[in-house]
């Protein structure tokens, strides 16, 4: 008899096992893949691939990871650095990233791109998606999610993708196979090569706004910041990125001036620093001014690194025959990507 239950209960087992198994099978097939086309959903995973060990991370938004290139601050400055970037990140997604990112590592600066300050509302759920979803499960993600939810979404759909992903059954792509379980990078150290040129011209001025002050849910967000990155001993640094749209306002610039004054935080609006830098956007941008290409992100990189190296004494780890071997292989698949661009670019 008591064979028999024991019998019967594996019998379970095994069968709620095949179960999960099924149903965790489907729900990788049927998570978007982002490896062509809106590649920017698949940056924030990369990260967890990494060796921990890096001076510099970089939190925030496109302005970001389209507008600096790692393999410029090793090459030069011998720093080593990672962007962890995602499409519209919001400050809360930033603020816990960065408190999942201090689990992991101690960098000595985190770079923060104060652009998302504007936002102080959740925004868009395709958006959220493509920051949350590529998260490891911890606490900081439970709380990610629940401050970036919009009223429309449940919190058990990103516990459980399956439920918001299975009517891609009908819509699954030849990549919805061929990355079923390895995705190749899309990123170098996070930062996301474009060569091609599209000159900025006709950029629009910013139109009046009815109220120019930054939301208290922005500010509490980078108090927060503020007092973590205090806690850990890490040196937090704010930036605004030299694109020429979205408009950053004059007022908006007061108010980050004024916040990076009160709390002895650096703060560096590379917008100013355009001819420093030789930033030219008839060459340097791709899509009009919003973004730098590589030629521009490379500039940007040589002058932040000064600054890193300066004003926030990074030193150079040249010489760290680990970080030497493993720079040796990011820099031959990045001149080999650039390559591969320029090649495809002067063929078409």
Not at 129 to 139: E, N
Not at 319 to 324: I, N, P, Q
């Amino acid at each position: 008899m008591e064979n028999k239950k024991y019998g019967q209960g594996l019998k379970y087992v095994i069968t709620l096992l095949i179960v999960i198994g099924i149903l965790a099978f489907f729900q990788r097939l049927l998570m978007p893949k982002y490896m062509h086309g809106i590649v920017e959903g698949a940056m924030i995973s990369e990260y967890y691939q990494e060796d921990m060990d890096h001076d510099v991370v970089f939190i925030g938004d496109c302005e970001l990871y389209e507008n600096i290139s790692p393999a410029v601050l090793w090459e030069r400055y011998g720093i080593n650095s990672y962007i962890r970037g995602s499409a519209q990140q919001l400050i809360w997604q930033s603020y816990y990233l960065m408190e999942e990112t201090l689990k992991y590592e101690h960098p000595d600066v985190i770079v923060f791109n104060v652009l998302s300050m504007k936002y102080d509302t959740p925004q868009s759920e395709a958006y959220n998606r493509m920051t949350l979803d590529g998260m490891k499960w911890s606490l900081s993600k439970v709380n990610d999610i629940k401050a970036s939810m919009t009223s429309e979404e449940e919190f058990m759909e990103y516990v459980f993708p399956i439920l918001r992903y299975h009517s891609r059954i009908t819509q699954l792509e030849e990549d919805d196979l061929t990355y079923l379980f390895d995705k190749d990078p899309v990123t170098f150290n996070g930062y996301y090569m474009r060569c091609d040129v599209k000159p900025a011209e006709n950029v629009p001025q910013g139109k009046p706004l009815g109220d120019y002050r930054f939301g208290d849910n922005a500010y509490y967000y980078l108090d927060k910041m503020v007092e973590l990155c205090q806690k850990e001993g890490v040196e937090l640094v704010l930036v605004k990125a030299p694109s020429l749209y979205p408009y950053w306002y004059d007022e908006w610039e007061v108010q980050i001036e004024d916040y990076a004054a009160r709390h002895n935080l650096k703060y560096y609006n590379f917008l100013e620093y355009k001819d420093r830098m030789r930033l030219d956007f008839n060459t340097d941008t791709y899509d009009g001014g919003l973004h730098l290409n590589v030629y521009g992100a490379e500039k940007m990189a040589y002058y932040l690194g000064y600054i890193l190296e300066n004003d926030c004494h990074l030193e150079s780890r040249r010489g760290d025959e680990k970080l030497e071997k493993l720079w040796e292989e990011k820099l031959s698949a990045y001149i080999t990507e650039k390559k591969r661009q320029l090649l495809e670019i002067e063929n078409n």
